[in-house]
């Protein structure tokens, strides 16, 4: 009789169920509750409080006749390119080199990783500072006698999302570091004995052999740095609050606008619900593919 | 122990005179090996990073023991000329935060409090929903997860109302369990992640071992897994606790005005609008508060174990 | 006590079909030895066994209880791991108690089995070791060590013994006979070590791309193979084979080629002979003899010498003959050999399907 | 009997708005309240929160807002305990400067309590710089005040300390707005959204004349705080800065005494307007008979001309009375004072008159009008369509 | 071609001294087999002279240079893994020609060894397959691709077969043989498999506890083992051992105990015996002859079926005594058999230092 119920597959238990309610509860209630929650909310004309009417998509239409709506979009999508690639780059060789047995790991542990830990609030003003022209770094050059320096892409509207990047890096590498070195650290001793011996230099073990190991490290570095992108706001609050003008507006920080400052909760939702859905477009055929293979594997 | 430095032996070595006539490499002990070029290109790249990251921390320190006056001269990079700890003591006990003047200190224990259950419990169910995803065949799971990761791209402010709305339902909002239940359900997606993706990379075979020896779910976990998932947990406390503790937004709507987290003076510290602001003591308050994730990241170094699941299995 | 019974078992690995409609009838208290090449399906088996694989089609049934869908743990089998899997994290003791502290065994008594295996294996000095501080054979004795502490109704050992030298394998190997007549469990075992094979089973599998080609005790596998892959496959030296014609006159049977003529009428034929028909005719090297007044002469290629014996390889018209000489000194390479076939002990396989005449 | 608890919600977090919260803080416990301190920095924030809490069911007694039109959806939900009683006691129809009024008084019923008056358009300037300029006198209209940054600019400072900040932007083109496109046309475009007015070549003007104020910013204005800009002014680098009355804080925290080292002027002239901004204290839905009078007790308290006087001599506004005599106010606010007794001169804050999404999409407008390349019959048009929609 | 040489070489691992002063001189061109109990140090040997451990004391040559400090890739060694250590994400054509793509050898010529390797290997159809998803046997011979596509001047084997079934094992065991001719490279093979030791070895040392007890030629080995320890880890089933003392009575010289007296006068004494030296009689099995005219007895007490012989195992006053019977039937158990020693093939040793006599 157990044959009939247990088909599925043979590592299964009620334990395995009940370890996975809090999740299915979560799941149910908070997320795909409050994705439906906004979904609904952005068909209505709410403004500081939901609403229960319905205005069908007057609230998308009115999203996507927003300029600024637009400009965050296109922000969003180079900030993220650039972001992502510089953060898993400067990461993973961080971790590389800090796994060469250097003195003094856990200071330069620490020093890649404090970034995290402080506030952007802060830390973000005093980016704005330093890439301020009149104040920061382009200021201390010309100081130097370099007057030729220049370094003012905060205050040039084609530029200034680069100095988000820079400042995000920043922030986020150390993370990425650690993530990766956790993963570096896990490798059996003997893949890299076996590498030695082959005679692969080190950077190749570690670019041809570690990094496709590194692989599910990777991807969660990489879902990682992605939520941190959509949700990115701290730090164009910080240091630029969207300008000059709207050139580093970002969709997040659209969102919080419309959803405090601006109290208009109908587009907030609207604009959430766009943003879900496109890295819904992005991100799903991806895992898909990836649940298939894994299936595949595995069958 | 790849390549270790074989201490032991290179001192023996060392001792008895015993070098050998030719070696194509010397015995590689700390200092002979420090001034290979390879070893130079690797602390040349490590310095370099470590400037450009410090960079920032420079300006902070420095003006967090500039008078104000100084900083108002705009003199970001220059060393304070008369420097003074006031703006640190102040950030810690004096500044206002609102009717109140007593610095950041008012919060800390609140912090704590949220802290620690929040990062266990958040860790402890990614843990255990990242191993019952990548071990155990559960129906729809993989749905499941899915919806839970897409449910990480949405802004947590979105979902303040519902939230506030359930909690208030049951009973939890503006409570100390409440807020920890909100950082868990926050921390889940990435923490469920992280685990999940650490325990695909580990052989399936000591699962298989450990499943014929009759290990149930719990047992499994608890005695087979969590020991091998040293490394991750590390990443997964650097990780909360540097989420939890600078949290600002959910310890201050959910925690309710008995338990507000530390961050929240730090907030009404650094971030007014219309009154004026004391840049050291920000920098100082900022500086401060970020001193306990910064202790773990100093301390973690020790758990990030090497080769683990060494030994483990042939392949 | 439990019986193993697997009908029809078929299962796809990564879009392979590994087994395929394979039945096995392992009777309760027998120890079965699992035999084949590297690659046909024994591990996979093992593990389809244990509860670790999903079965496409088919069912097994332990103890007389359908287990095709039970959980490993429920189906009172313990398993020692081609690939080890010894727990990393724990040392030789927990690696070994492990399983008997989730049953819940009570503590004296683990302590008393571990002592016991670790006694048995030699690995006393070691209990205090993680796994990666271990030797290729400290490490498979501890895996071996994990499995028999659990004391199963049915043990599977997946080449338990190959990391080991040849003392502590022939010490092993009859301390795993005794356990197997102490304990009264059913035992499937892996290995491709045939005089393992031969000394331990009752009964043996030769199975070959998923498929079981005979199941017979060792001697008669080993005496009558079903076909001339098992015939091959069995023994070292291989089986000398040589290919010719039967030629049917009445009541006698001649084997014949170019190079040899045989009068097999003795040979007890499944079915009747039937005349031309191609066939292989094998003989094992013992039952080769070099003796000065063989009919037949090699030239002497290669001599190995084997402690207690040497085998002898002799070139007959562009073929290797392996010959088994018990004697002392063997004669110099090079030399002409005479030798002469044991008649009496002759296989004859069908050149087409291969199989036993 | 038990002290009257209140909880409040507000954002006055710094040095200098801790110690005017105080003044309502004490004057609230001498009167037999128990004052719970609830300071959360950030407008939107602390806003946030209250609306979260009054979600909850935890909601304070008393939460800070903007004296605008952004507590109106609460009151619509029937969030809000309205203070009318306080009202009448304290005559507040007759004291209190008409748009404060119409901002707090929804469908007959007065739903805040008004505990000053911003004025967002100051004009600081620093002494040391227009000396250094040789600018003798204040300027007395919009070209004079065009030449007077000219000059300073000659004198290699930077004539206008500004922060590129969306908001920073939208006050200072308010400002502005008021002097140069004067009281009319500002009303008819912010109050009554009259798109013809916008269209208007006067409004044109100011747009062309808000532009002009560009070429008097430095490099480094993009993203500055304003406080950053008004350190410029303080440390003399800059000449002018226009900003609310709160940056007489920065000022004080330098030592810089006003009318000494720097000076402030709200408009040019003796009959330019004066913006009206300002905080107010809602009052959450309670039927608790304790937390009403609590309610009551603090809206007559921080309504209470003493205590008027007290917190805005240290938060740098003025009373939202105007039966007050203040002397002991600083001259800006002095002046300030002075100004809106006159009701000619009275002029609501662009907040009060247009709701919060439509404000800030004239913020962007505004923002990209500053910062693009853009023509002013563009913006105009932008301007025009997000006053619309 | 290349020589190793090792001199006082010690070996410390996890705080335990694994090696300990050991020297061992292998030619140019040498087969060298090592021998020796499960965690003797075998492994460790190599890895060492891989370059993989770092040496506390000694000195490694390899090709008359002094290599104890230089890089593995410097070294012009190739090392199978007992463990395999193949590389998880690579599959098996990558695997094998990893190395040689970073040396920049010419793709061709990659493309021709893999080829071949794969050939020997029969991996042919597996070259695309990922490490975790081939069978143990099939990961080994990957591990020994990857080794031998190297075409260095010295191949280390750590225990390179044990995982593949008796036929392919004989079958690699000679392509390896015919590798090392062809190659003329170095080769130290460790094995467990005493028919590989034989028949692959120019020499073969016997390490026991990081020390070689001996190290000479197999037949040197097997006839006269240097100690009771080599004696009784060689061979299988293992020597017959009796304890007892010498008599000397003039030219002759007896051994004796209780239940046996022989005539030990032909045995070549390494220095003159002395009479009551308290020593060990051994006798391997295949010296052992079951006859009816045997002067001693025993109780049969167990038969090993071998296939082309049976193993007699005779108790003899409490100790049993192994017997090897190369006739076709063995007598029934528990049956009595008499039994001779051929006492042209005893061994002696001393029964306090275990050396021989
Ligand atoms: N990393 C380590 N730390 C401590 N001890 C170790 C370590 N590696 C090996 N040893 C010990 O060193 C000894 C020699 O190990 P080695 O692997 O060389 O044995 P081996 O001769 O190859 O044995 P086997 O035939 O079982 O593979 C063993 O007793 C083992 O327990
Ligand atoms: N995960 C997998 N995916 C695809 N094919 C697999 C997988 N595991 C095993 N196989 C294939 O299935 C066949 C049987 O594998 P199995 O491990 O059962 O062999 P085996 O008989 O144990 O061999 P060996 O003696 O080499 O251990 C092999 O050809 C192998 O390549
Ligand atoms: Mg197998
Ligand atoms: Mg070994």
């Known amino acids: 009789m157990a044959s009939m119920i247990r088909r599925s597959g043979a590592a299964t238990s009620v334990a395995a169920y009940a370890a996975l309610a809090p999740m299915a509860v979560t799941v149910l209630l908070c997320y795909l509750g409050t994705m439906v929650w906004t979904a609904r909310v952005s068909t209505t004309s709410a403004r500081t409080f939901p609403a229960d009417d319905f205005v069908g998509l007057a609230q998308y239409v009115k999203l996507f006749d927003n300029d600024r709506w637009l400009v965050s979009l296109h922000n969003i999508g180079i900030y993220g390119g650039l972001f992502i690639a510089a953060s898993l780059v400067a990461g993973f060789l961080l971790a590389v080199f800090i796994d060469q047995k250097v003195m003094a790991e856990g200071v330069l542990r620490t020093v890649f990783l404090y970034p995290y830990a402080m506030s952007f609030v802060a830390t973000g ?42 400042a995000t890096v920043w922030q986020a590498a150390g993370l990425v570091m650690a993530l990766l070195l956790s993963g570096l650290r896990g490798i059996d001793e003997e893949i890299w004995k076996a590498a030695r011996i082959d005679g692969i230099p080190r950077w190749r073990v570690y670019v041809s052999i570690v990094l496709p190991m590194l692989g599910p490290s990777l991807s969660t570095a990489f879902v990682l740095l992605f939520v941190m992108v959509v949700k990115l706001f701290d730090a164009v609050v910080a240091m630029t609050q969207g300008g000059p003008g709207t050139a580093s507006e970002v969709p997040a920080k659209f969102i919080m606008d419309y959803l405090f400052g601006r109290a208009n909760l109908g587009l907030a939702s609207a604009a959430s619900i766009v943003l879900l859905l496109t890295v819904l477009a992005i991100v799903a055929p991806v895992y898909y593919a990836k649940n298939r293979a894994g299936r595949r594997m595995e069958a | 122990m790849r390549g270790a430095g074989g201490a032991p032996g290179e001192a023996a070595l060392a001792q008895s005179g015993k070098q050998p006539p030719s070696p194509a490499r010397p015995p590689r002990s700390g200092w002979a090996r420090a001034f290979t070029p390879a070893r130079l290109g690797v602390y040349g790249f490590l310095m370099m990073a470590a400037l450009f990251f410090l960079l920032p921390l420079y300006v902070m320190v420095a003006t967090s023991v500039k008078p104000m006056e100084e900083i108002r001269l705009g003199a970001l990079f220059a060393l304070p000329v008369a420097p003074t700890f006031e703006p640190w003591r102040a950030a810690w006990q004096s500044a206002c935060t609102g009717l109140e003047c007593s610095g950041i200190q008012g919060g800390f224990w609140n912090s704590v409090r949220i802290v620690v259950p929040s990062a266990v419990l958040s860790i402890l169910v990614g843990a255990v929903n990242g191993y019952a995803l990548s071990f155990w065949r559960i129906r729809g799971a993989s749905v499941l997860f899915g919806v839970l990761m897409a449910g990480a791209f949405i802004p947590a402010q979105v979902m303040l109302y519902p939230m506030v709305r359930m909690l208030a339902a049951a009973d939890l909002f503006g409570t100390l369990p409440g807020v920890v239940l909100v950082h868990t359900v926050f921390g889940m997606p990435v923490m469920t992640l992280l685990f999940r993706n650490y325990y695909a990379a580990l052989p399936q075979e000591l699962f298989k071992a450990a499943r014929i020896d009759g290990g149930g779910f719990w047992r499994i976990f ?91 299995v042939k392949g | ?340 076939l044991n008649t009496e002990r002759l296989h004859l396989f069908d050149e087409a399907s291969e199989q036993r005449l | 009997q038990q002290p009257l608890k209140a909880n409040v919600i507000h954002w006055w977090t710094s040095g200098g708005e801790s110690a005017a919260v105080r003044q309502f803080a004490d004057a609230y416990n001498k009167a037999g309240g128990l004052w719970v301190d609830n300071a959360i920095a950030g407008a939107d924030q602390a806003r946030a929160t209250t609306i979260n809490r009054i979600v909850g069911g935890t909601a ?6 903007n004296t605008s039109k952004q507590f109106r959806d609460i009151v619509e939900q029937g969030m809000l305990n309205n203070v009318d009683d306080v009202a009448a006691q304290g005559k507040w129809d007759q004291v209190l400067p008409q748009p404060i009024l119409d901002a707090i008084r929804i469908n007959g019923h007065y739903y805040a309590a008004p505990v000053n008056i911003h004025m967002p358009g100051w004009f600081f300037y620093s002494k040391p710089a227009f000396k250094k300029a040789g600018i003798a006198a204040e ?230 009008f500053w910062n693009r390349n853009q023509a002013a019959e563009d913006a105009q048009k932008a301007f025009a369509a997000a006053l619309k929609g």
């Not at chain 3, 030629?247 to 080629?257: I, K, T």
């Not at chain 3, 094992?284 to 402690?307: F, H, K, Q, W, Y």
Request: aromatic fraction near 8%; glycine fraction near 10%; charged fraction near 20%.
């Open chain 3, 1 to 340: 006590m439990a019986n193993v019974a697997i009908r029809n078992l078929q299962i796809t690995l990564g879009g392979n079909r590994v087994i395929d409609q394979l039945n096995l009838d392992v009777q309760a208290g027998e120890f079965v030895v699992l035999l084949g090449p590297s690659g046909c399906g024994k591990s996979t088996l093992l593990h389809t066994i244990a509860g670790l694989n999903d079965v496409s089609d088919g069912s097994i049934e332990i103890g007389g209880r359908d287990m095709t869908w039970a959980d490993p743990k429920d189906r009172g089998i313990s398993l020692v791991f081609q690939s080890y899997a010894l727990y990393p994290t724990m040392d030789v003791e927990k690696n070994m108690s492990f399983g008997l502290r989730i049953n819940g065994t009570p503590k004296a008594e683990i302590a008393r089995r571990v002592q016991r295996a670790a006694d048995m294996l030699h690995l006393q000095p070691l209990l205090k070791r993680k796994p990666a501080n271990l030797s290729g054979g400290q490490r498979q004795r501890v895996a071996i060590g994990r499995a028999i502490v659990r004391e199963a109704d049915v043990f599977l050992f997946d080449e338990p013994l190959s990391n080991l030298d040849a003392k502590l394998r022939t010490e092993l190997r009859r301390e795993l006979k005794q356990l197997h007549r102490q304990l009264g469990a059913t035992m499937i075992y892996v290995t491709h070590d045939q005089v393992e094979a031969m000394t331990l089973a009752g009964r043996m599998a030769v199975m070959r791309g998923g498929v079981i080609q005979q199941y017979d005790t060792p001697a008669n596998v080993y005496h009558t193979p079903a076909n001339l892959f098992v015939a091959t496959f069995l023994g070292s030296p291989g089986m000398n084979l040589f290919r010719g014609r039967l030629a049917v006159h009445g009541a006698s049977v001649m084997f014949a080629n170019e190079h040899m003529q045989f009068d097999v009428s003795a040979y007890p034929f499944a079915d009747a002979p039937v005349s031309g028909q191609a066939c292989v005719l094998g003989v094992r090297p013992e039952d080769v003899s070099a003796i000065n007044d063989g009919a037949l002469a090699g030239r002497l290629t290669l001599v190995e010498e084997m402690g207690n014996h040497h085998v002898l390889w002799l070139d007959f018209h562009g073929s290797q003959v392996a010959c088994i000489l018990n004697g002392q000194d063997a004669p110099a390479a090079e030399a002409t050999v005479a030798f002469r």
């Open chain 4, 139 to 368: 300027p007395q209209n919009w070209e004079e005040f065009i030449a007077a940054l000219g000059k300073l600019k000659s004198a290699g400072l930077v004539p206008l300390a500004f922060g590129g900040q969306v908001w920073q932007e939208k006050i200072t083109f308010d400002a502005v707005f008021a002097v140069v496109g004067g009281r009319d046309l500002y009303l008819k475009v912010y109050r009554d959204h009259d798109q013809a007015a916008i269209k208007s070549d006067a409004f044109k003007q100011v747009l062309v004349q808000f532009k002009r104020l560009r070429g008097f910013v430095d490099a480094g204005s993009p993203g500055r705080n304003w406080n950053d800009a008004t350190a410029m002014v303080v440390s003399g680098k800059a000449g002018v800065q226009i900003m609310g009355d709160w940056a007489k804080g920065e000022f004080a925290a330098a030592n810089l005494v006003a009318g000494k080292d720097y000076g402030c002027f709200p408009g040019f002239g003796p009959k330019s307007p004066y913006m009206v901004a300002g905080d107010a204290f809602v009052f959450p839905k309670s039927n608790k008979a304790d937390v009403v009078k609590a309610q009551k007790l603090l809206a007559s308290v921080v309504t209470a001309p003493a205590s008027q006087v007290a917190f805005s001599a240290r938060k740098g506004s003025i009373p939202a009375r105007l039966d007050i005599d203040g002397a002991g106010l600083d001259q800006c606010a002095q002046l300030g004072l002075s100004i809106i007794k006159d009701k000619s001169r009275q002029l609501p804050n662009p907040e009060m008159l247009v709701p919060p999404d439509q404000n800030g999409a004239l913020q962007d407008v505004l923002t990209n």
């Open chain 2, 222 to 312: 608890f005695e087979l897994m969590l020991p091998m998932s040293v490394p991750v947990v590390v990443v997964a406390l650097i990780m909360q606790v540097t989420g939890i503790w600078n949290d600002f937004l959910l310890g201050l709507v959910f925690a309710g005005t008995e338990n507000l987290p530390m961050t929240v003076q730090l907030n009404n510290i650094i971030n007014t609008t219309t009154g004026e602001r004391l840049y050291n003591v920000n920098m100082a308050a900022t500086i401060l508060t970020s001193l306990v994730p910064l202790t773990l990241y100093f301390v973690s170094g020790r758990w990030f174990v090497r080769g683990i699941a060494s030994g483990a």
């Open chain 1, 125 to 166: 003003l005093v980016w704005q500072w330093m890439l301020n022209p009149e104040l920061g770094l382009q200021a201390v050059l010309q100081q130097w006698g370099f007057s030729g320096a220049r370094f003012d892409w905060i205050v040039d509207q084609d530029m200034v999302i680069y100095t988000v990047v820079i």
């Open chain 4, 60 to 65: 304070p007694v008393a939460a800070q807002f």
